[in-house]
């Protein structure tokens, strides 16, 4: 990157527990990744979550918030039941709400601190990991599985999307739905078939569409390579 951020902050459920073993060892080789403990299904935890991120920053703002936590039941659907339903909506739809709220503020912060009015990354964005599952026209992989919650959450994260683009355009902040690709992940790939993307090809590919997102795609849903995802 041409200039590295100043801070990049991981939120994680349990960041001295066994499965963050990966994301410790990234952050003793990088001392300005700082893990925050965040349960994004729990208010409290979330306010919490942005005051940490807020006392490190000291008197800047945040630049980029990447709603990132999401979960999937495979379930088919004559067997969705509402503790499903209103689990995976929690955490895939209502969390990025409550995240956008929590750090408002700090994001806030930063679109003011920064020169020029055009909206971007640098200056201050909400990226909501969506995904092509969500989209009502497509319904990517159906005959792979239909997690009827999973999809109904990402339709419903992408609503949320169009309408923070226009509640937080006021503030200068930029509101993107980006879809990562089928990725090998421990989510992605739990099924039986291989997912085609790997994580590296995903993540080069939505950092290159992150620094080029302008004006234009706020409000929009993205994939990984920059194409727009129908709605």
């Not at 936590?69 to 209502?94: C, F, H, P, R």
Request: net charge positive.
């Amino acid at each position: 990157m041409p200039k590295p951020p100043t801070w990049v902050f991981a939120g994680c459920r349990d960041p001295k527990g066994q499965r963050a073993q990966e994301l410790q060892n990234l952050a003793s080789k990088h001392p300005n990744l700082v893990i925050v403990p965040l349960e994004v299904s729990d208010p409290a935890s979330i306010k919490a979550a942005a005051a940490r991120v807020g006392e490190q920053l000291g008197g800047s703002g945040l630049n980029l918030l990447i709603n990132n936590a999401g979960i999937a039941k495979q379930v088919s659907l004559d067997n969705e039941t509402l503790e499903n339903m209103t689990q995976v909506y929690t955490t895939n739809t209502v969390g990025p709400l409550l995240l956008g709220q929590a750090f408002l503020p700090l994001l806030k912060k930063a679109a003011q601190g920064s020169p020029g009015s055009a909206l971007s990354c640098n200056k201050a964005a909400i990226i909501n990991m969506s995904s092509s599952a969500g989209s009502i026209e497509e319904l990517y992989l159906w005959n792979l599985g239909h997690v009827v919650s999973y999809r109904c959450s990402k339709a419903a994260l992408n609503m949320l999307t169009k309408c923070q683009s226009l509640g937080y355009r006021e503030h200068g902040i930029l509101c993107v739905a980006l879809h990562p690709g089928w990725v090998q992940t421990d989510m992605g790939g739990s099924g039986s078939q291989k997912p085609p993307v790997t994580v590296e090809a995903s993540v080069r590919g939505m950092l290159k569409v992150l620094s080029s997102l302008s004006e234009k795609e706020t409000g929009t849903f993205l994939d990984w390579e920059g194409k727009v995802v129908p709605w």
